[in-house]
């Protein structure tokens, strides 16, 4: 199955959608066809969106069952180990609404400060922070495997919180990575899950 939503777009896009889809609620269309003609679709779309958004959510064989692809700027589509998940974007941060400063030694120098600036103010709005640790298989991301998951969560009262996942894998770890960080493949056989609960799990524990 394949689920479309449209936002803000031009008229005649919605009613060309319609010889494909079936419009179930205003800007959301589903449709059941090949790979090949989804893809053609969504290149239809891409080229006559004009100013408005679109979303395609579709079935795909990967852990969740689904994976999506989305033009919207305030949000990226981001792939952890097999798992799609959609990453909400600081539109603040963005570079294309802030003036670019120049290449000389002056323009970098006050770079600098008004990058440490926010960084400062950043900090001293903080209420809590957590720091991550992720242990890999290596550093290829087509092949090699998270195999733990750590995170500390500093908290507004000087208290943490501590998480810790081991990650069930499904090839040997190599013997550097193995000497590193004291896991081999026995070890997260019988101590590790799999990743999709760990990252819930690792969701849940981040909060906000």
């Given amino acids: 199955m394949i689920v479309i939503t449209l936002s803000k777009t031009p008229q005649s896009l919605r009613g060309d959608l319609t010889k494909w889809c079936q419009e179930v609620q205003t800007g959301v269309y589903v449709g059941n066809f090949s790979a090949r003609i ?10 006559n969106i004009g100013q408005g958004e ?11 069952g689904f994976d999506f692809k989305t033009t919207r700027q305030d949000k990226m589509v981001a792939d952890f180990d097999g798992i799609p998940l959609m990453v909400h974007l600081n539109s ?6 802030k003036k670019k400063l120049g290449f000389s030694k002056a323009a970098q120098h006050h770079k600098v400060n008004n990058f440490r600036s926010q960084v400062q103010d950043k900090a001293d709005s903080l209420t809590s922070l957590a720091v ?4 890999t298989t290596g550093l290829n991301l087509e092949k090699d ?3 733990s998951i750590g995170a500390i969560k500093y908290l507004e009262n000087n208290d943490c919180e501590k998480f810790y996942r081991l990650i069930k ?3 040997e770890v190599p013997d550097n990575i193995e000497k590193i960080t004291q896991l081999n493949k026995g070890v997260l056989a ?4 799999d990743i999709k609960t760990a990252l ?3 969701r849940k524990f981040l909060a906000d």
């Fill in 38 to 47: 989804r893809d053609l679709i969504w290149q239809r779309i891409i080229s």
């Fill in 54 to 64: 679109a979303t395609l959510i579709y079935s795909t064989n990967n852990e969740l």
């Fill in 92 to 97: 603040q941060n963005k570079l294309s609404s």
């Fill in 132 to 135: 991550l640790d992720i242990e």
């Fill in 145 to 147: 495997k998270i195999i």
């Fill in 169 to 171: 894998v499904d090839t």
């Fill in 190 to 193: 019988n101590k590790g899950i």
């Fill in 200 to 202: 819930l799990d690792l």
